[in-house]
């Protein structure tokens, strides 16, 4: 193939074809658990996650929430996934060993979603979120309508068992019972059901048993059959993490936040450096996007590591 502008742009147009048709199929999980929310400069500032506002009876003057004065902000990354095209193949019409590369470039910008929201799952013990503690921690501080500071629990130790009722409720019930109990910081009942328990593959057994098996590993009656979907996460590092949540609510757990969608990219100019020195053109999808977390009491997360 003779190397000018209106073929080497032919060739792209069909490689970016390809990574667009990857991109449209890939499955992802992300969306279950985790809310978009767009970003319009380098960061984004979620201090009003401390100061939701709930409905309450208007009595007198309206009670005006003031942001908290936890700061939290998530700063956008940049994120990139390229291939160098050697213009001998294009030369040569050897271009179709580029067609795979297109395809992962393409698949794997569709799933970076999910690689934030892993990450953020996977760190949730140890990073803070809007309140300054672990997302999944023993003391986020809730106050009551008196004033009163207490602290609160959306972390457990238990490992997930399906082996009786009582092993049950003391893994996944427990976690049940946590999210059900959460109060507003006037002492009312949030009202949260949790709907999803995510789990790792080496608990996907388990995590069927409780969310669909009529009997628990005892053949006794289980008590929690349809009180949840589970979803499995190959993303999860750990095989005893699990996590159960609430995602039927306006806001989620977990913030996938984007400045700039995954798009594919190419460098097609003959008269570039790159080409002149090394003969190579180049294309594959950039992005600008972060994590971050969300509303704690929307999940519960257990380390499954015992005491």
């Not at 073929?7 to 991109?23: R, W």
């Amino acid at each position: 193939m003779l190397v000018n502008r209106a073929n080497i742009e032919a060739v792209f147009i069909t490689l970016k074809t390809v990574f667009n048709k990857a991109f449209s199929v890939a499955p992802s999980l992300w969306e279950k658990t985790t809310m978009k929310v767009p970003s319009g400069g380098s960061q984004n500032d979620y201090s009003w996650l401390g100061r939701f506002p709930k409905m309450r009876k208007w009595i007198g003057d309206k009670v005006f929430r003031k942001l908290s004065a936890h700061k939290y902000t998530v700063a956008n990354d940049d994120w990139e996934a390229t291939v160098a095209v050697d213009r001998n193949d294009i030369e040569d019409d050897n271009i179709g060993i580029y067609s795979p590369m297109a395809q992962d470039a393409g698949f794997s910008a569709k799933q970076l979603p999910d690689e934030i929201d892993a990450d953020l799952k996977n760190n949730a013990f140890t990073q803070k979120c809007y309140d300054g503690q672990y997302f999944y921690d023993t003391d986020h501080p809730v106050t009551n309508a008196n004033g009163v500071e207490s602290s609160v629990s959306n972390k457990g130790t238990s490992a997930l068992s399906s082996a009786s009722v009582a092993a049950v409720t003391a893994s996944y019930g427990a976690g049940r019972l946590a999210i059900m109990s959460f109060t507003d910081d006037e002492g009312r009942p949030l009202g949260l059901v949790p709907d999803l328990l995510e789990v790792p593959p080496a608990l996907e057994a388990t995590a069927r048993m409780i969310c669909e098996s009529d009997k628990l590993e005892d053949d006794k009656p289980n008590p929690y059959k349809g009180t949840a979907t589970y979803m499995v996460n190959p993303r999860i590092t750990s095989s005893t993490q699990w996590m159960l949540h609430c995602t039927r609510q306006p806001l989620k757990p977990f913030i996938y936040q984007e400045r700039k969608a995954p798009v594919f990219v190419k460098q097609t100019d003959p008269e570039t450096d790159d080409v002149f020195s090394r003969k190579q053109f180049k294309f594959g999808a950039e992005a600008r996007a972060a994590g971050g977390y969300g509303l704690w009491p929307l999940s519960y997360g257990s380390t499954g590591a015992g005491s």
